[in-house]
Each structure stands twice: as C-alpha cells, then as structure tokens.
C-alpha cells in the first residue's frame, strides 16, 4: 500500500519568506508526527497530532513555526519569515495509533533550503 | 527527557564482517528502544524494536538487546552486507509516556566488496 508522501520534495525560499510543507500519512493512521533533520544529525521532534489535534507541540523552535491537521489526515507545516537557520529536511511519519510501541512510518522528507 | 548516545561514524567494513554499533541510553523509567535505518535516497525506517528489558529485537540478520543493567542496546549483524551501508539511528520516547521519539545523531555504516 501507499506510504506517507510529502510534497514538495524539494523547495528553496528567500529568507523572510512563508512555505507550507505538506504530508499525507498512510490511511487509516490516527498519529502524525513532524520532525526536520539537520545534515549529520538524527530527527528532532517538532510535534505530534492525534486526529485533528496537537497532542504535543513542545518541539516547535518559536512561533514561526505552525502545523496543523483540519481533518485528521493529510498535515501542512507552515513557516512563517524563514531564517537561513530553517534549512533542513522535514520529515512527517504517522502510525496506526498513538501507542508508545506503535511504529512510526516515515516519509522521504522535503529538503528545503532557505537562501 | 531521555536520550540516546550512539558511536560516532563512519563505520567501514568488509563484506562478511562482524557489526556492532554501539547505543546507550539514560531514561527515568523503561522505554522502549528502537533502531532505525536510512539507506541511501531512501526514507527513514524501522529495523527492530524492543519493549521490555531482555527483549531481543530482530529483522533483516540484525539483533539487539534491552539492556538495563548497562542501559544499552546495541545493534548487531554477524555478517554484513554490501546493501547493508546506510546510516542507522538509535530511538526512544522523549519521556515516558510520550509518543515522539528522541533519535542519536547515527552512525554511518559503509560496507566494502
């Protein structure tokens, strides 16, 4: 069956611009996660839905940053004024349920680099 | 919150080599533990798992086990692969109870023909 997908893949911006990174997990999977990983370096939690709510957005860096999950599928990660430090891969993953046992699924990520 | 410290890379073998790749972990409670792996171009995926102390995780030749006497869990394979280079990540839940996963910074494993 289909994995999570984001879209784009790849996206370059100008600093102080807005983007939007959008994930679609595997149907039926009720968590979604963000993470963005930097070269050289495992994931970071950014936050996590369960359906259409944030369950934990202790991970988000300020308030640039915003996700959100209207109808508990498909999530959009907005940035808003992007810093040069955003450039990163940001990656959405999803499991069936919320348990902590649970495997979260990953997608191939979107690169995005900030000029 | 827990954390993970895995060996740093990057690891260079023969094809046919033993593999350890070491992780360690602090955490207040028992979390579970879990190895990652990113091969090249792929996404990131899981390789095993484990959820209880002594609980051996394993998938794909490679084994690891919950160790909470030495709070470890390294990832091992008797004899690695060519297709096996990629880069593998140690995982656990921030704190206990929590869904999202603190990862190591992984180790590169480059396997030799």
């Known amino acids: 069956g289909a994995g999570v997908s984001q879209t784009p893949s790849n996206k370059v911006t100008e600093k102080g611009k807005y983007v939007e990174l959008r994930c679609d997990p595997i149907?039926?999977?009720?968590?979604l996660y963000w993470y963005r990983q930097s070269l050289g370096q495992g994931p970071e939690f950014l936050i996590y839905f369960q359906g259409t709510g944030a369950a934990d957005d202790s991970g988000l860096p300020n308030d640039r940053f915003f996700a959100v999950r209207p109808e508990g599928s498909v999530s959009t990660l907005k940035i808003q004024r992007t810093e040069r430090g955003d450039s990163a891969v940001y990656l959405c993953a999803s499991s069936l349920s919320a348990g902590i046992t649970d495997t979260q699924y990953f997608g191939p990520g979107t690169r995005l680099t900030v000029l | 919150g827990d954390s993970v410290t895995q060996m740093e890379g990057p690891v260079t073998l023969s094809e046919e080599a033993f593999l350890t790749i070491n992780c360690t972990y602090t955490a207040t409670g028992y979390p579970s533990l879990f190895w990652y792996v990113q091969y090249p171009g792929e996404g990131l995926q899981l390789l095993l798992k484990?959820?209880?102390?002594?609980d051996k995780g394993s998938n794909k030749g490679f084994e690891a086990t919950y160790r909470k006497e030495t709070t470890s869990f390294h990832l091992e394979k008797g004899s690695v692969q060519v297709s096996d280079s990629a880069v593998y990540f140690c995982a656990l839940p921030f704190d206990t109870g929590r869904r999202a996963l603190t990862f190591g910074s992984g180790t590169r494993l480059q396997v030799q023909p």
């Open positions: 484990a959820t209880k102390a002594d």
């Open positions: 149907s039926g999977h009720t968590a």
